[in-house]
Structures are given as C-alpha cells and as structure tokens.
C-alpha cells in the first residue's frame, strides 16, 4: 500500500478554452474522462482517427472540424503537416484512436499529456468479483466499461492503491482524470474501517489545489449511484486507468 503520508506533488495543466462539438464514430465515453483537451482545426473536413500513429493506420473514427477532443496521452509516430506545424507527435484520444498534434490546436508545440507508456497496463481478472453495491463494486465495473478489462485488484477499497501496484497497475499521487481514486478510512467522508473508492472523471484545479469531480457507489445507499467534488488531500491515491 502506498504511504499516503507522503509529500503530495502538486501539478498544473494548461488549460486550453475549446467550444464542444461533435465526436463521430467512436465509442461513447465521459466527456470529461481525458487528461486535457484540444480544438480540431481542419478547414472544413473531418480528421480521420486511426489505430495507431501512423498515416496507414486502419481509421476507427473521425472528429468534425471546430470540435473538441479529449486527449489521454502522446506517442510519437509518422511526421505530418498541418496548420499547426510539421510533427511526429499523435495523441491517444478519449475513447481510443489516434490523431495528429498537426490538426489539433492546444496552445503549445510540444505534449501537453503525459506520454502513452506512464499509464502501464497490469494483470488482469475475468469479471467483478465484488459484492454488488458496494463501493468496491461500482469502481470495478466503472473501470472495466471505459478500458474493456478488469483489473487484477484485491481486498477493501483501503486495500486498493497496493493490490493494483503490485499487480503491475499505475498508481501515484497526483490527482489525475480516468483513474480510480482510493480514499485511505476516514478521508473526505470515506468509511473508518473499509476506506472507500470512486472512478475520477474529471479534474479541476482551483487556487487552493485540485478537486477531482467522482462517480461513485454506496456513497449515499448500498447499489446508489451518486457524484461529487472533493478536495485532492492527504490520504487519497490513483490508480490510472490505461
């Protein structure tokens, strides 16, 4: 289990205002489940979304010029020109595929994610083995609808951060979109003996630090579905969804 009295390292994005628009062909997700954003820019036409970072790829989508896309994290792939510079640099986007940093306006030239290989994908089950609506339950199934794979995770919620760790899953610190947050007993309202977890669809950073806007089980009735914002404090860790 990770130490959650250890210093927290606090970290800001830039935040880039887009106007929302349309996303084609590609399976639904939160629109906030992304760990910044960008403004397609085109000309007119559709940008194709594909596989892999690559020219060639297999297109598995598109996105509608002047839409906004949620960005997961960047690789490098083949060079592209566009209106934003000639690059290499591709973005995973939220809800899968790949597109160009050429056609994407995020107010810099260089990522504005973290690269696709810090979110690392660990050991996995076979389904949600947890009692139904319980916390525990709800955070699973949240995280096997937006990844498509359950991840090998024991024991209560307060158990969670150092099951996921030793069985190969990302887990930090940092208050991060697209994760489970693990709440250590008695953090922000969690249960004094179990802990608790919820699945992070968004985070905002405000003067005093970062809120993470949750969807969670069990918090207001066992099998009730709720949201919420709590301040990213002491006690509570993430684990990163891929």
């Given at each position: ?19 929302v ?16 954003y960008?403004?397609?820019s ?14 060639g ?5 598109s ?6 896309v ?20 591709w ?9 160009t940093?050429a ?5 810099s030239?260089?990522?504005?994610t ?13 389904g949600?083995?947890?009692p ?18 359950w991840?090998?995770?024991?024991g ?68 009730v ?18």
């Open positions: 289990m990770l130490d959650s009295s250890s210093a927290r390292r606090w970290r800001r994005l830039a935040v880039v205002l887009v106007t628009g349309a996303l084609v062909g590609l399976p639904a997700s939160p629109a906030l489940a992304a760990y910044a960008g403004t397609v085109t000309g007119g036409w559709s940008l194709n979304v594909r596989s892999g970072p690559h020219t790829a297999t297109v598995v989508g996105l509608a010029d002047r839409s906004t949620g960005l997961s994290c960047y690789v490098y792939g083949d060079t592209v020109s566009g209106p934003y510079n000639t690059t290499s640099l973005y995973r986007v939220d809800g899968g595929g790949y597109v940093d056609y994407i306006l995020t107010g030239n260089d990522p504005v973290p690269a696709c290989g810090t979110r690392t994908w660990g050991r996995t089950n076979s949600n083995y947890f139904w609506g319980q916390c525990t339950w709800g955070a699973y199934q949240i995280f096997h609808d937006r990844t498509g794979v991840p090998m995770i024991n209560n919620a307060k158990d969670w951060a150092g099951s996921a760790q030793a069985n190969g899953w990302t887990v930090v610190l940092d208050a991060q979109p697209r994760a489970v947050v693990v709440f250590q007993p008695g953090v922000q309202g969690a249960d004094w003996t179990y802990g608790h977890v919820a699945w992070v669809d968004s985070v905002e950073y405000r003067s005093d630090g970062p809120y993470v806007h949750i969807t969670e089980m069990n918090a207001l009735g066992i099998g579905w709720s949201t919420r914002t709590v301040k990213d404090v002491v006690g509570m860790s993430y684990i990163l969804a891929p």
